[in-house]
């Protein structure tokens, strides 16, 4: 199996951040799905096997590193992280699963593991100003959670656990 996380693959801030309609921008802008999909996932997932050199970044570096993928005879390619319920990336999923997680909840967890190396503050505004208006344009334009084939309470604030009321 190949775990793959979306988070190296971010556009660095000064193309990922912008102080114009910033959580549309955001949205649009935030992950090199197209990167990510041509040299690493599609590759690996026709041949079930890949070596290739990524140019990757945290969320607060001001540039790319490399990063060596080297995957040999997957059977299963575990893809996580955000946006990746975008319309035109579902084609290439044979199953997918929702995190179902109240805004309230992922920002207490946010401020918990200062990832973003900020402030709890700062944290607070950035999920309040840009992550969640964010993540509300992509369940407006993807319904994310009714393309998933499978949805997963990963927050007892959120209700009946998958399957229950559906």
Excluded at 46 to 60: F, K, M
Excluded at 91 to 113: H, K, M
Excluded at 123 to 151: C, K
Aim: glycine share 4%; charged share 25%.
């Amino acid at each position: 199996m190949a775990v793959l996380n979306v988070d190296g693959w971010l556009n660095l801030p000064t193309v990922r951040f912008c102080d114009v309609s910033p959580a549309e921008h955001f949205y649009r802008h935030a992950i090199r799905f197209e990167e990510m999909f041509t040299e690493l996932v599609l590759p690996l997932r026709a041949r079930g096997s890949v070596r290739v050199e990524a140019q990757l970044t945290e969320e607060t570096a001001t540039q790319f590193r490399p990063h060596l993928y080297a995957f040999e005879d997957v059977a299963l390619i575990l893809l996580e992280g955000i946006y990746l319920l975008k319309r035109d990336l579902r084609p290439y999923y044979d199953l997918s699963v929702w995190i179902d997680c109240s805004f309230e909840t992922a920002l207490a967890r946010a401020v918990a593991r200062a990832q973003e190396g900020l402030s709890p503050e700062e944290t607070v505004r950035a999920y309040r100003t840009l992550y969640f208006p964010a993540q509300s344009i992509h369940f407006v334009r993807d319904a994310p959670r009714a393309a998933a084939g499978l949805v997963v309470r990963n927050d007892p604030s959120v209700g009946p656990m998958a399957g229950a009321d559906e």
